[in-house]
């Protein structure tokens, strides 16, 4: 998005420097990373960035009213409302598409968010290495509000052991060396100096949790979540495992509620200018005469899963349950990132987090994706180059 600090970089790209810094990636936890790093880092004006974080207090706003349970409560299928609720997401992450105006202007808008973790461990041993391998000059930065990569694990670290002994914190996953992301458990471990635990393997006696730790039966006092309810409903032969709809005694980092509360379901709630028109397909009065420029979307799915990217009036008439959809309005992705063939679309998300305490979440990190598929997701690019992960480095 800025010429001269993408002109430099393709200038002095070659495969041998991005076959070195893969490696240097892979060397984190050899055969853990398990989707493709893009060959660039993304570039990104002081402008751009205002916009993109100025669209998220306005989000903010909504999240902090005190009516925001009320209006997002059936967002919460029943079969997973998990008591025991915090009073806040402890992680926010708002996914931003770069794309094309009416006028050709380049603008963010808002493609979903989610209250629930990312790589976020990952992410800083990622800026590092991507940061020298790209050269980036000093005037910018992966880090937003003044944090550095020390400052943002010590706030991580805060967030998520609280005042808890490190044994006693678990990072919960469904068969998490299966996960694409496993790569950011292990780095989380290197972090926290906490375990991986797969719900299969979760103990449980009256109202405590327990876990094998290192052969020793040990109380859970606190969840760091990766697990999607979504993902576990689709697993099966899990034979008997742990109903996490039950009053457990531990606490929630992020409580699995606000999965569901912030989400593509709070979307029709926005009304600002990089968010995209939202309407919750069953509050519909009458279908748009212009459905090619639409997309339909479950709300209760993740990674694209479900998508009905060019819709028909037959694809809204099928629709059984309408009031677990969404009809949002297309977006134009820029083809904005140069590389040696075509050029690549970008989206960025922005990490938010919130810690105890805090009036509203916080603006710290990010990670972005490339793609040149019809949309954002590795299933969509698969066999091409200069797609995948990566960070953006904000203009200061």
């Given at each position: 998005?800025?010429?001269?600090l993408?002109d430099?970089?393709?200038?002095n790209f070659t495969q041998e420097k991005?076959?070195?810094?893969?490696d240097?990636l892979e060397g984190?936890?050899p055969g853990?990373?398990?989707?493709?790093?893009a060959?660039?880092?993304i570039?990104?004006?002081?402008?751009f960035?205002?916009?993109?974080l100025d669209?998220?207090e306005?989000?903010?706003?909504?999240?902090?009213?005190?009516n925001?349970?009320?209006?997002?409560?059936?967002s919460?299928?029943?079969e997973v409302?998990?008591?025991?609720e915090?009073?806040?997401?402890?992680?926010i992450?708002?996914d931003?598409?770069?794309c094309e105006?009416?006028n050709?202007?380049?603008?963010?808008q808002?493609?979903?968010?989610?209250?629930?973790?990312?790589?976020?461990?990952?992410?800083?041993?990622?800026t590092a290495?991507?940061?020298?391998?790209?050269?980036?000059p000093s005037t910018?930065?992966?880090y937003?509000?003044?944090?550095?990569e020390?400052?943002y694990l010590?706030?991580?670290k805060?967030?998520i052991l609280?005042?808890?002994?490190?044994?006693n914190?678990?990072?919960?996953e469904?068969y998490?060396e299966?996960?694409?992301?496993?790569?950011?458990?292990?780095?989380?471990?290197d972090?926290l100096?906490?375990?991986t635990?797969?719900?299969t393997?979760?103990?449980?006696e009256?109202n405590?949790?327990?876990y094998?730790n290192?052969?020793?039966k040990?109380p859970v006092k606190?969840?760091?979540?990766?697990?999607?309810?979504?993902?576990?409903?689709?697993?099966?032969?899990?034979?008997?495992?742990?109903?996490?709809t039950l009053?457990?005694?531990?606490?929630w980092?992020?409580?699995?509620?606000?999965?569901y509360?912030?989400?593509?379901?709070?979307l029709?709630?926005?009304?600002?200018p990089?968010?995209?028109?939202?309407f919750y397909?069953?509050d519909?009065k009458?279908i748009?005469?212009d459905l090619?420029?639409?997309v339909?979307?479950?709300?209760?799915?993740?990674?694209?899963?479900?998508?009905?990217?060019d819709v028909?009036?037959?694809?809204?008439?099928?629709v059984?349950?309408?009031k677990?959809?969404?009809l949002?309005?297309k977006?134009?992705?820029?083809d904005?990132i140069?590389?040696?063939?075509?050029?690549?679309?970008?989206?960025i998300?922005?990490f938010?987090?919130?810690?105890?305490?805090?009036?509203?979440p916080?603006?710290?990190?990010?990670?972005s994706r490339l793609?040149k598929?019809k949309?954002?997701?590795t299933?969509?690019?698969?066999?091409k180059?200069?797609?995948g992960g990566?960070?953006a480095?904000?203009?200061r």
């Open positions: 998005m800025q010429k001269e993408r430099a970089f393709n200038k991005y076959k070195a810094y893969v240097e984190l936890h853990t990373l398990d989707f493709r790093n060959e660039t880092p570039f990104i004006p002081k402008e960035t205002k916009k993109m669209a998220c306005d989000i903010i706003d909504i999240i902090i009213a005190p925001f349970k009320e209006l997002t409560e059936r919460l299928p029943a409302h998990v008591p025991n915090r009073g806040h997401a402890a992680f992450a708002f931003f598409g770069i105006n009416a050709g202007t380049l603008e963010p808002l493609i979903e968010m989610q209250g629930f973790p990312t790589l976020f461990a990952f992410q800083a041993f990622h290495i991507t940061r020298s391998y790209a050269n980036v910018h930065d992966a937003l509000n003044g944090y550095t020390a400052t010590q706030l991580l805060e967030i609280g005042d808890a002994n490190p044994e914190v678990i990072l919960l469904i998490p299966q996960q694409k992301t496993r790569v950011d458990f292990y780095c989380t471990a972090v100096g906490i375990k635990v797969c719900l393997k979760l103990i449980g009256g405590q949790l327990f094998e290192d052969g020793k040990t606190r969840i760091y979540n990766r697990l999607i309810f979504d993902d576990l409903h689709q697993q099966t032969g899990l034979g008997e495992i742990i109903d996490l009053p457990w005694d531990v606490e980092i992020p409580h699995p509620n606000w999965f509360r912030i989400s593509k379901y709070t029709p709630l926005i009304d600002n990089y968010v995209p028109p939202t397909l069953s519909l009458e748009p005469h090619e420029n639409y339909l979307k479950p709300l209760f799915s993740f990674a694209g899963m479900g998508v009905v990217i028909t009036k037959e694809d809204i008439d099928k059984t349950d309408p677990n959809w969404i949002q309005r977006v134009k992705y820029a904005v140069e590389t040696p063939d075509i050029s690549a679309k970008a989206e998300r922005l938010y987090f919130w810690k105890d305490g805090w009036e509203r916080l603006a710290v990190h990010n990670l793609s598929g949309m954002i997701g299933r969509y690019n698969a066999d180059a200069w797609v990566t960070v480095f904000f203009e």
